[in-house]
Structures are given as C-alpha cells and as structure tokens.
C-alpha cells in the first residue's frame, strides 16, 4: 500500500538506448511530478502535471518525456542516454497542506548510463 | 546560482540533545518553506513546514524558526533520538511559480 510508487528501483543501461520509468501514487492527489537529484546532491524540479496536463516542463532536454495517461500516473521515457543522465529520478504527487503544496516522494530510481 | 543553501553538510549530535539544522535562501520571493527528511534508499518524506509570515512553528519534538530579515531558516529537533540519523532537506517555494527550491542537505547523525 506505497503512496508513490516507481519502477523500476534501480536500471543500468547503455549510452543512447531508451529507457522509461513508471510511477503510480494512490493518494488521489492531482499534481505529480518528476524530479532529478544529480551527483551533487541537488533536487531540481523536471515536470509536474495537474490532472494530465503539463503545467511544469524546465529546461529539460526534449529526449525526455513525461507522459500522464491518468492522474495517477506520471511516467518518465527518456531516449537515447547520455553519461550524464545518469542520477536518482524521484517521482512525487502533492497536497494543500495549511497553504502549501506538500510532496509525498518515491523511493527513487537510481539510473546508472554506462 | 544556488537559491536555497545548506552550509553544513553534516552534524553530529548526542542522544537527547537539540539538533539545529541551518538553511539560508536568496529569493526574497519564497512564501513556504519546507523541511524533509531522507533515509537511505528512501524518498524524502515531508516533516514541517512554515509560511513566510509566520517566524516559529512546532510540532512535537520539530520546530521550525524563520527569519525573514536575515533570509535564514532553521529546524530545531529537541530531543534528539537515534531514530533522527537522516539527511535533512529544506525547500522554498517561489511564489511565482510555485516550484520548489531545495537545498542540498545537511546529513544529521545522532549518537546513542
């Protein structure tokens, strides 16, 4: 009975191959999103949907793409990798909480490119 | 350009005693502040939070204090149990955007 749930927990894969991520939240929450923590330890923000719609894309590279077929489900698809993709991607979904949007977090996808 | 900062990147403190975690920011523009905790192989799970018009908020051991004059944030766990050992993470929002700015984290060891 995981909140946020992502798949895979850990890929290693080939520079230029395709790869996607799926993650799923049973909170009933309307946002989800996805977000990068790199070597350096920064969490950045990358997408954020509400109810299927993109409201939140950063400047990332279009080789990733967030597709939502539902509300609860935001999946990650990122094509031909590079070495420096290679990072712990978290999926979250958020609430109201006293004014603010709280996230509730995955347990992470630790992509290794090789 | 690192918005939200966490100078320390790690702390140790004894059982029972307070742990303060810092939290610096730029953006005069942040209206919430978040405070989340990680263990490994886990996502950060949300602990307290705090608007920007408010200085203090509590919840059990976890204390929150915002200092909007000298853009400073700190998280005050009183008192401190081994069960604390984590990765510390504060967030801002930007009230534009609504996007969340996190800092690197500080990494808490609390020693039994």
């Known amino acids: 009975d995981t909140a946020v749930s992502q798949t895979p927990k850990y890929l290693v894969t080939q520079m230029g191959n395709d790869k996607s991520i799926k993650c799923e939240q049973n909170?009933?929450?309307?946002?989800m999103y996805w977000y990068k923590q790199d070597s350096k330890k920064f969490l950045k923000i990358m997408f954020s949907?509400?109810?299927?719609?993109?409201?939140i894309n950063e400047t990332v590279p279009n080789r990733f793409s967030p597709k939502s077929p539902d509300k609860a489900h935001l999946n990650l698809h990122i094509n031909s990798l590079e070495l420096g993709d290679s990072a712990v991607y978290f999926c979250?979904?958020?609430?109201?909480?006293?004014?603010?949007?709280?996230?509730?977090f995955g347990a992470g996808s630790r992509l290794t490119v090789l | 350009d690192q918005q939200v900062k966490q100078n320390s990147p790690s702390l140790s403190v004894q059982e029972g005693r307070i742990s303060i975690l810092n939290c610096d920011y730029t953006n005069s523009m942040f209206d919430y502040f978040l405070w989340y905790k990680k263990y490994p192989a886990e996502g950060p799970t949300f602990l307290i939070s705090?608007?920007?018009?408010?200085d203090k908020n509590e919840d059990g051991r976890f204390t929150v204090f915002l200092n909007k004059s000298a853009k400073h944030l700190s998280l005050h766990i009183v008192p401190s149990q081994p069960g604390d050992s984590a990765v510390y993470f504060c967030a801002a929002r930007d009230s534009g955007t609504y996007k969340y700015i996190f800092g690197t984290g500080t990494r808490l060891k609390v020693l039994a």
């Open positions: 949907y509400n109810n299927k719609e993109l409201i």
């Open positions: 909170l009933g929450h309307d946002t």
């Open positions: 979250a979904s958020s609430q109201v909480i006293s004014g603010a949007n709280v996230l509730t």
């Open positions: 705090i608007s920007s018009i408010k």
